[in-house]
T-cell receptor, first 115, second 114 residues
Framework: KNQVEQSPQSLIILEGKNCTLQ??????????LRWYKQDTGRGPVSLTIMTFSENTKSNRRYTATLDADTKQSSLHITASQLSDSASYICVVSTLNTGTASKLTFGTGTRLQVTL | EAGVAQSPRYKIIEKRQSVAFWCNPISGHATLYWYQQILGQGPKLLIQ????????DSQLPKDRFSAERLKGVDSTLKIQPAKLEDSAVYLC????????????FGPGTRLTVL
């Protein structure tokens, strides 16, 4: 069964600090992995997308890594800001020949950045 | 570029009542998705349309949920009759094509069933 597990479930950090969120997956066949940011009361917004051959990808203060061998990904947030407070969802896509790809969502990590 | 629009934003109903949600995807996006997101969980796909055809509705509780995509653009999701466990946020998303293309999500409709 395809699964995406995220840790920690929740995290509180001080403004300006860095943090790293983890994602482990058992999805096959693997197509790509995305990190989404979901603000409270909003829909998820894509931060990064990585395919099998990509190890790292950055988007401003967000850096995602992917280890396809160990089936792990991380999202590193640098110099956190209050606006980073949100849920971060890891989503893995399968590539099914002849049909639409399927997405498997993690349950998310709820990040709170405080003063 | 306008994003995915959804209405209403909030809805409160009593169990056994009916409710309908509306979604207008980004112009030109062929693929439309409806997700159910229960508090504290990730979104769960209910149904996926490619233009006006259903691609995947394997997780749609068809005894009470129905969805349609008129003319391959707007879509409605209906629940009839609602149960307490249907309380969730219903997210609509669209993408240019199915597959690896990024999905763009709407703000969601928060449904509370009393």
């Amino acid at each position: 069964k395809n699964q995406v597990e995220q840790s920690p479930q929740s995290l509180i950090i001080l403004e300006g600090k860095n943090c790293t969120l983890q994602c482990n997956y058992t999805v096959s066949p693997f197509s790509n992995l995305r990190w989404y940011k979901q603000d409270t009361g909003r829909g998820p917004v894509s931060l990064t997308i990585m395919t099998f051959s990509e190890n790292t990808k950055s988007n401003r203060r967000y850096t995602a890594t992917l280890d396809a061998d160990t089936k792990q990904s991380s999202l590193h947030i640098t110099a956190s800001q209050l606006s980073d407070s949100a849920s971060y969802i890891c989503v893995v896509s399968t590539l099914n020949t002849g049909t639409a790809s399927k997405l498997t969502f993690g349950t998310g990590t709820r990040l709170q950045v405080t003063l | 570029e306008a994003g995915v629009a959804q209405s209403p934003r909030y809805k409160i109903i009593e169990k056994r009542q009916s409710v309908a949600f509306w979604c207008n995807p980004i112009s030109g996006h062929a693929t439309l998705y409806w997700y159910q997101q229960i508090l504290g969980q990730g979104p769960k796909l209910l149904i996926q349309f490619q233009n006006n055809g259903v691609v995947d509705d394997s997780q749609l509780p068809k005894d009470r949920f129905s969805a349609e995509r008129l003319k391959g653009v707007d879509s409605t999701l209906k629940i009839q009759p609602a149960k307490l466990e249907d309380s969730a946020v219903y997210l609509c998303a669209s993408s240019l094509e199915a597959g690896t293309d990024t999905q763009y999500f709407g703000p969601g409709t928060r449904l509370t069933v009393l």
